[in-house]
């Protein structure tokens, strides 16, 4: 078995919401990360890529018929390079960047190029279809903008349920205040907003339809300002539309290779991919899913919480992020001030299908800014699921 290492990121700002990006399609956006990736290594010949891996959760609109292979071909990667779509929801690009490290593990392949993508903006309303022709009764659109929809009748209840909802299941298992929620919130968005006045994101962030930067930071966010927001999901419930990650247009793309793809890359690899996890859960407790999935993933690599310099995790809500932690904290974590120290999806945004690919990419760079040598980028899953890896940073290790 041979190593897989990242060899580059690059991922396009994330939009709001009917932002910026609302009308670009999601295989435009996922076509500009790939772009971005190629631009950072000019040496590779895109013919050279192996496979090609990408992520994506809905499927139902424009991405259909699998946005990996025509984002690719948009790109102008040749048509001799195959490609493919995965979907596992939020942590799609996460796990495509899993599948292509075993790919190249295996010795299938010497260079893979992974990503993922979703424009929850342009995600379209679909009706079922009838089993007969001519049906007599209405028939509602629904929206696959996030969650659930033509739910199977056969599932139970308990299992279907908002992802909001939940959630705030979760605060009510782990007591996790309205306040510490909000706190956490305006933490994301000031550190995403310094991020970006130091610098940070612009050598991984391609500017997209005028847009050079994460559209959702709010840099005068405050506890006081998110305290005077409704609940969103119950009445008197502790998730808002402050304290949740916002629905998000964005793609991300990462290059992967083995040690001798370093020559046709033209670049030394910024990490290795020492371990990965993955857990499931009952569908209602998925916020808290990443837990296992890291534990397991620092398994694999050989090494413990104390030994983490750095951890992204994707704040699909404030309580979920903050129930991950206060149980990392008992199994090891040394600080809860390692997690996310660039920002995360509060204040970045959660475009489902690019956030695994943002996750790594921001990892590796805050490994080579602090010289730290190990850290781990985490996803929570609708259904109940995680996925979670471990990179090791080079230029400490060697």
Same mark, same amino acid.
């Given at each position: 078995?041979? +190593?897989?290492?990242?060899?580059?990121?690059?991922?396009?700002?994330? =939009?709001?919401?009917?932002?910026?990006?609302?009308?670009?399609?999601?295989?435009?956006?996922?076509?500009?990360?790939?772009?971005?990736?190629?631009?950072?290594?000019?040496?590779?010949?895109?013919?050279?890529?192996?496979?090609? %891996?990408?992520?994506?959760?809905? =499927?139902?609109?424009?991405?259909?018929?699998?946005?990996?292979?025509?984002?690719?071909?948009?790109?102008?990667?040749?048509?001799?390079?195959?490609?493919?779509?995965? +979907?596992?929801?939020?942590?799609?690009?996460?796990?495509?960047?899993?599948?292509?490290?075993?790919?190249?593990?295996?010795?299938?392949?010497?260079? %893979?190029? %992974?990503?993922?993508?979703?424009?929850?903006?342009?995600?379209?309303?679909?009706?079922?279809?009838?089993?007969?022709?001519?049906?007599?009764?209405?028939?509602?659109?629904?929206?696959?903008?996030?969650?659930?929809?033509?739910? +199977?009748?056969?599932?139970?209840?308990?299992?279907?349920? *908002?992802?909001?909802?939940?959630?705030?299941?979760?605060?009510?298992?782990?007591?996790?205040?309205?306040?510490?929620?909000?706190?956490?919130?305006?933490?994301?968005?000031?550190?995403?907003?310094?991020?970006?006045?130091?610098?940070?994101?612009?050598?991984?962030?391609?500017? %997209?339809?005028?847009?050079?930067?994460?559209?959702?930071?709010?840099?005068?966010?405050?506890?006081?300002?998110? *305290?005077?927001?409704?609940?969103?999901?119950?009445?008197?419930?502790?998730?808002?539309?402050? +304290?949740?990650?916002?629905?998000?247009?964005? *793609?991300?793309?990462?290059?992967?290779?083995?040690?001798?793809?370093?020559?046709?890359?033209?670049?030394?690899?910024?990490?290795?991919?020492?371990?990965?996890?993955?857990?499931?859960?009952?569908?209602?407790?998925?916020?808290?899913?990443?837990?296992?999935?890291?534990?397991?993933?620092?398994?694999?690599?050989?090494?413990?919480?104390?030994?983490?310099?750095?951890?992204?995790?994707?704040?699909?809500?404030?309580?979920?992020?903050?129930?991950?932690?206060?149980?990392?904290?008992?199994?090891?974590?040394?600080?809860? =001030?390692?997690?996310?120290?660039?920002?995360?999806?509060?204040?970045?945004?959660?475009?489902?299908?690019?956030?695994? =690919?943002?996750?790594?990419?921001?990892?590796?760079?805050?490994?080579?800014?602090?010289?730290?040598?190990?850290?781990?980028?985490?996803?929570?899953?609708?259904?109940?699921?995680?996925?979670?890896?471990?990179?090791?940073?080079?230029?400490?290790?060697?």
């Amino acid at each position: 078995m041979s +190593n897989a290492f990242l060899y580059s990121a690059a991922r396009t700002p994330f =939009g709001k919401f009917n932002g910026a990006l609302a009308d670009v399609r999601p295989d435009d956006l996922a076509a500009a990360a790939i772009s971005g990736v190629l631009a950072q290594t000019p040496s590779l010949d895109p013919a050279a890529i192996d496979e090609v %891996v990408w992520g994506n959760a809905n =499927g139902a609109g424009e991405e259909n018929r699998n946005v990996g292979r025509m984002a690719a071909l948009l790109a102008g990667v040749p048509t001799s390079v195959p490609g493919t779509t995965v +979907n596992r929801l939020c942590g799609s690009s996460l796990d495509a960047a899993m599948a292509g490290s075993r790919t190249i593990e295996t010795g299938d392949a010497e260079i %893979v190029l %992974v990503g993922g993508v979703e424009s929850m903006t342009r995600a379209p309303w679909v009706l079922p279809k009838p089993s007969r022709a001519f049906s007599a009764g209405d028939v509602t659109a629904v929206s696959t903008t996030l969650g659930w929809r033509l739910v +199977n009748p056969r599932m139970p209840k308990e299992w279907t349920v *908002a992802l909001g909802e939940c959630n705030e299941q979760l605060q009510e298992r782990f007591g996790i205040s309205r306040e510490r929620q909000d706190e956490f919130a305006v933490r994301s968005h000031r550190l995403a907003q310094q991020a970006w006045e130091d610098g940070f994101y612009d050598p991984l962030v391609t500017p %997209v339809a005028e847009l050079s930067r994460d559209e959702g930071i709010r840099a005068g966010s405050s506890t006081g300002k998110l *305290a005077g927001l409704k609940p969103s999901f119950r009445p008197d419930g502790t998730i808002t539309a402050g +304290n949740a990650s916002p629905l998000s247009d964005g *793609a991300s793309a990462v290059i992967l290779g083995s040690e001798s793809a370093a020559a046709a890359i033209g670049r030394d690899p910024l990490g290795r991919i020492l371990g990965r996890g993955a857990m499931a859960l009952d569908p209602q407790d998925f916020g808290y899913a990443p837990v296992e999935a890291a534990n397991r993933a620092l398994a694999r690599a050989g090494i413990t919480w104390d030994q983490v310099g750095a951890v992204e995790l994707n704040e699909a809500f404030a309580v979920q992020s903050l129930a991950c932690i206060d149980t990392w904290l008992k199994d090891g974590l040394r600080d809860p =001030g390692i997690v996310n120290q660039r920002g995360g999806a509060i204040a970045i945004g959660h475009p489902l299908g690019a956030s695994g =690919g943002r996750l790594l990419g921001t990892l590796a760079a805050v490994l080579k800014e602090r010289r730290e040598r190990y850290g781990v980028a985490a996803i929570c899953i609708g259904v109940g699921q995680g996925l979670a890896v471990v990179l090791e940073n080079l230029e400490v290790s060697r």
